[in-house]
């Protein structure tokens, strides 16, 4: 959920404007349940809490004022036409302290609330810490046994974590019993606002944008389920299917007091008698991101490595990786995190033997491979298990070496494809096989697997340049060391990509790899 939120912010969309349409489509559908009969009061308890749930509240609030305002003989005795009714009232029960509201969009609506309280005696503001203060509530909502009862359950949403805490359980479980007691009185009702607090026992569930999150346990209706009502806020399906930083603040954290090598460790498997600068470029990308990288490769690679003391080296005998050393090189892999595998490693029948037969030993580690450039050519896609502890990072022709065929892919990026939500509609071949994430690299970099889909539009003509997708490679298997592969193929693509556009800006298209490459932390750091 947090994750669409952000890259919608990343599209230019603030959140503040999507708490809006959030609380106000809240607003006019609990606007329908309202009684306008003479005798008959509305009494509107709205229980919020101190995250964006809350927000929706504070806002559904502003806007149920506008529906609780219509003149009657009360304001024409004041010789007044429009003096606020008195036949309905608001209760906001704020389930902390305002000063401990958390976000920005959350606070800015609750400061709104507090000026029309002053002023509007129909709106009541309370803030309660402690559970019994709850109790006091439930005993004051249970006299009005005449009046239309609504009860809006804006405490907490999709960023709940574990069990409830005070006095959040207080008042489902009071709320709860409430109903049960007065289970009879139809002029008593719990509306959720996003998905229902855990345990409350809601009578309707106006939700936001889409039934079910797949990446947020916290939100999974089913389309059959009556009481749910989905409210559109204007979020567009592609905000779902960007990456943005919303994937970056997604990433697991580097932990500030880890030690040397809790942050990872990577093993760079590559490089050859003609090409061993590439595994080097993988490896420098890969060191600004873990701890500790290891290039595996042949001598003249060792001879480049002198230059980089901040990596560390393993000779293999010969002039290209070969079937000899499928077991030292597993051996050695089963002290790192992830596997670089292929920049300069070249395309011959050694470098086959030895990238089929080391990738049947990985997947039996389950080690975390991202597989580049030559190991991509050299892989017999024929006898093959598209694991999902591989991460691919093909070009459109090492994509068809996969067995894909272009045509097959409705590249969103460029508009002539589908936005849909069915990735069948963007890929339409069957990728039901494919576990691993492929990171197709383009002018729009398209993620996927056989479960999810996004696209990468960070980058421009100067990442062409040699050396880049290195890089990429190396930014990836970084990430992947603490990460899971989808995250990590979106989110390298992202920075390696952003890193670029700043270089744009800077110098122009003749920037390099290396720039690239010493540019990452300052990206990270930005998203950090
Ligand atoms: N794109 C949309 O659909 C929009 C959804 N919005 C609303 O935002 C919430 C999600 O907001 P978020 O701040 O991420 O989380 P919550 O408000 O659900 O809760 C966080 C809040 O609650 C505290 N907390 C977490 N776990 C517990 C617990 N077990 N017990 C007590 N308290 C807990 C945590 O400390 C935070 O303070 C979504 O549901 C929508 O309602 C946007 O407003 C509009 C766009
Ligand atoms: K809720």
Same mark, same amino acid.
């Given at each position: 959920m947090n994750i669409t939120d952000n890259n919608f912010e990343y599209l230019g969309m603030p959140k503040i404007v999507l708490m809006e349409n959030a609380g106000k489509s809240i607003a006019d559908e609990v606007a329908t349940y309202l009684k306008h009969e003479k005798g008959i009061k509305n009494k509107i308890y709205v229980f919020c809490g101190l995250g964006n749930n809350g927000g929706d509240g504070f806002v559904a609030v502003r806007h149920l004022m506008g529906y609780c305002d219509y003149t009657d003989e009360i304001s024409k005795s004041f010789g007044v036409t429009r003096f606020p009714s008195l036949h309905s009232e608001i209760i906001v029960i704020l389930l902390?302290?305002?000063?401990?509201?958390?976000?920005y969009e959350s606070k800015e609506n609750f400061k709104i609330l507090k000026n029309i309280s002053e002023l509007d005696f129909r709106l009541k503001i309370k803030e309660i810490a402690c559970p019994n203060e709850v109790l006091k509530i439930i005993e004051e909502i249970k006299k009005y046994k005449k009046d239309n009862i609504i009860i809006i359950d804006?405490?907490?949403?999709?960023g709940i974590k574990g069990e409830l805490r005070e006095p959040f359980r207080t008042v489902v479980n009071e709320l709860n019993n409430l109903k049960n007691k007065?289970?009879?009185?139809?002029n008593l009702k719990i509306i959720s606002v996003d998905?229902?607090?855990?345990?409350i026992m809601a009578d309707i569930v106006i939700t936001?944008?889409?039934?079910?999150?797949d990446n947020n346990l916290n939100k999974t209706f089913n389309?059959?389920?009556?009481r749910i009502i989905l409210k559109k806020?204007?979020?567009?399906?592609i905000a779902e299917y960007v990456v943005g930083w919303g994937d970056l603040k997604a990433l697991s954290k580097i932990n500030p007091d880890s030690h040397k090598g809790d942050n990872g460790k990577v093993l760079v498997v590559g490089g050859s008698k003609e090409f061993f600068g590439a595994p080097i470029l993988s490896a420098l990308a890969c060191s600004k991101i873990v701890d500790l990288v290891t290039v595996a490769s042949v001598k003249n690679t060792m001879d480049a490595l002198r230059?980089?003391?901040?990596l560390m080296g393993y000779e293999i005998e010969g002039d290209y990786f070969g079937e000899k050393h499928i077991t030292e090189i597993s051996e050695l892999s089963k002290k790192y995190d992830v596997i670089l595998l292929g920049?300069?490693?070249?395309?011959?029948k050694n470098t086959k033997s030895f990238v089929n037969g080391f990738l049947k030993e990985m997947e039996t580690l389950n080690k975390k491979v991202v597989i580049d450039a030559d190991a991509i050519k050299v892989i017999d896609y024929n006898n093959f298990n598209f694991s999902e502890n591989f991460i691919f990072t093909p070009h459109k022709r090492e994509f068809e070496y996969?067995?894909? /065929?272009?045509? =097959? &892919?409705?590249?969103m990026g460029n508009g002539n494809g589908s936005n849909s939500d069915n990735i069948n509609n963007i890929i339409?071949? /069957?990728?039901? =096989? &494919?576990?691993s994430t492929i990171v197709?690299?383009?002018?729009y970099d398209l993620i996927f697997n056989k479960n999810n889909i996004k696209i990468n539009k960070t980058g421009n003509?100067?990442?062409?340049?040699?050396g880049t997708g290195d890089v990429l490679c190396g930014i990836i298997g970084g990430l992947f060391s603490k990460n899971d592969a989808f995250i990590s193929g979106c989110c390298g693509a992202f920075i390696n990509g952003y890193t670029g556009d700043l270089l744009l800006k800077e110098k122009?298209?003749?920037?390099?790899a290396m720039d690239v490459l010493n540019k990452i932390p300052h990206v990270l750091n930005i998203f950090n």
């Amino acid at each position: 959920m947090n994750i669409t939120d952000n890259n919608f912010e990343y599209l230019g969309m603030p959140k503040i404007v999507l708490m809006e349409n959030a609380g106000k489509s809240i607003a006019d559908e609990v606007a329908t349940y309202l009684k306008h009969e003479k005798g008959i009061k509305n009494k509107i308890y709205v229980f919020c809490g101190l995250g964006n749930n809350g927000g929706d509240g504070f806002v559904a609030v502003r806007h149920l004022m506008g529906y609780c305002d219509y003149t009657d003989e009360i304001s024409k005795s004041f010789g007044v036409t429009r003096f606020p009714s008195l036949h309905s009232e608001i209760i906001v029960i704020l389930l902390g302290k305002e000063m401990e509201i958390k976000t920005y969009e959350s606070k800015e609506n609750f400061k709104i609330l507090k000026n029309i309280s002053e002023l509007d005696f129909r709106l009541k503001i309370k803030e309660i810490a402690c559970p019994n203060e709850v109790l006091k509530i439930i005993e004051e909502i249970k006299k009005y046994k005449k009046d239309n009862i609504i009860i809006i359950d804006a405490m907490l949403g999709t960023g709940i974590k574990g069990e409830l805490r005070e006095p959040f359980r207080t008042v489902v479980n009071e709320l709860n019993n409430l109903k049960n007691k007065e289970s009879k009185r139809s002029n008593l009702k719990i509306i959720s606002v996003d998905t229902e607090t855990k345990g409350i026992m809601a009578d309707i569930v106006i939700t936001f944008h889409k039934y079910k999150w797949d990446n947020n346990l916290n939100k999974t209706f089913n389309i059959d389920d009556k009481r749910i009502i989905l409210k559109k806020i204007g979020i567009p399906p592609i905000a779902e299917y960007v990456v943005g930083w919303g994937d970056l603040k997604a990433l697991s954290k580097i932990n500030p007091d880890s030690h040397k090598g809790d942050n990872g460790k990577v093993l760079v498997v590559g490089g050859s008698k003609e090409f061993f600068g590439a595994p080097i470029l993988s490896a420098l990308a890969c060191s600004k991101i873990v701890d500790l990288v290891t290039v595996a490769s042949v001598k003249n690679t060792m001879d480049a490595l002198r230059n980089y003391p901040e990596l560390m080296g393993y000779e293999i005998e010969g002039d290209y990786f070969g079937e000899k050393h499928i077991t030292e090189i597993s051996e050695l892999s089963k002290k790192y995190d992830v596997i670089l595998l292929g920049n300069g490693l070249g395309v011959n029948k050694n470098t086959k033997s030895f990238v089929n037969g080391f990738l049947k030993e990985m997947e039996t580690l389950n080690k975390k491979v991202v597989i580049d450039a030559d190991a991509i050519k050299v892989i017999d896609y024929n006898n093959f298990n598209f694991s999902e502890n591989f991460i691919f990072t093909p070009h459109k022709r090492e994509f068809e070496y996969m067995g894909f /065929d272009m045509n =097959n &892919i409705k590249n969103m990026g460029n508009g002539n494809g589908s936005n849909s939500d069915n990735i069948n509609n963007i890929i339409d071949m /069957d990728i039901s =096989n &494919i576990d691993s994430t492929i990171v197709l690299k383009g002018k729009y970099d398209l993620i996927f697997n056989k479960n999810n889909i996004k696209i990468n539009k960070t980058g421009n003509a100067g990442m062409t340049v040699g050396g880049t997708g290195d890089v990429l490679c190396g930014i990836i298997g970084g990430l992947f060391s603490k990460n899971d592969a989808f995250i990590s193929g979106c989110c390298g693509a992202f920075i390696n990509g952003y890193t670029g556009d700043l270089l744009l800006k800077e110098k122009g298209y003749c920037y390099t790899a290396m720039d690239v490459l010493n540019k990452i932390p300052h990206v990270l750091n930005i998203f950090n």
